[in-house]
Every structure is written in structure tokens, then in C-alpha cells.
């Protein structure tokens, strides 16, 4: 059984603090075909309670996280576009080590963001 798991944490840039209610979901990609895995909702730390994919369930190939950017900013009151700069954001990354943590923060504000690979 592989050992490794998948976390994440949304700072709000703009304005500096965790980004909490915010929803993601994970998806496995497997050639053209994209499955749907967990949806989860932030935490008043910008966390999910739980890992995304814990132990045991955490395996490598592809995947992709969307992050619900738009209703985010839409629930905290940001300055209202129609459509937003930003609505969902989908980062599509490897897992190439089964043992390994994989962290995927995501640093937002409305009209832009970054990610990288944390620890």
C-alpha cells in the first residue's frame, strides 16, 4: 500500500488571510477520460479537513484539482464582474512517487494566482 497523500491550501492574497469555504474537487485522468474522485470545501484555514486523497487511496498518474474560485469571491463580497476573471481554476499535475506528500497550495486573489509543489 503506498504511503503517500494529497494536500492543499488557498491563501486569499489580496486579502491575507486563508481562503475558507472555498470548494475543490479532484479528478483522476486517465487518457481522455476524466473521473470524478472527491469534492471538499476549505476550512477557516484555507485546508480541507481530511487529505484530498489520503493513504490507500493515493496512487501515481494524473490529476486535476478545481478550485471554485468565482463563487468563492462571489460568498466573500469581492467586487462583482460578469463573467469573473477567475471562476474555476483547474491545475492538472503528475504524482510520480506512490510514498510521497504531495502539497498543491493555491495563492489567489481576483485576478490572479500561483501555484507550486509544497511540502
Known amino acids: 500500500m503506498a504511503n503517500g497523500y494529497l494536500t492543499t491550501h488557498v491563501l486569499d492574497t489580496a486579502r491575507g488571510r486563508p481562503a475558507g469555504g472555498l470548494e475543490i474537487t ?7 477520460n476524466r473521473m470524478k474522485l472527491v469534492q471538499m470545501t476549505t476550512n477557516a ?10 493513504k490507500g487511496q493515493f496512487a501515481a498518474g494524473t490529476y486535476e484539482l478545481v478550485f471554485e474560485a468565482g463563487a468563492y469571491l462571489d460568498a466573500i463580497g469581492a467586487e462583482p464582474e460578469a463573467p469573473r476573471f477567475l ?12 510514498d510521497a ?4 497550495p493555491l495563492l489567489l486573489s481576483p485576478f490572479g494566482y500561483s501555484t507550486y509543489r509544497g511540502s
Do not use: M
Open 26 to 32: 479532484l479528478y483522476r485522468i486517465e487518457g481522455a
Open 45 to 54: 484555514d484555507g485546508r480541507t479537513d481530511t487529505p484530498i486523497l489520503p
Open 87 to 98: 471562476d474555476q481554476i483547474p491545475l492538472r499535475f503528475g504524482i510520480s512517487d506512490a
Open 101 to 104: 506528500h504531495y502539497h498543491v
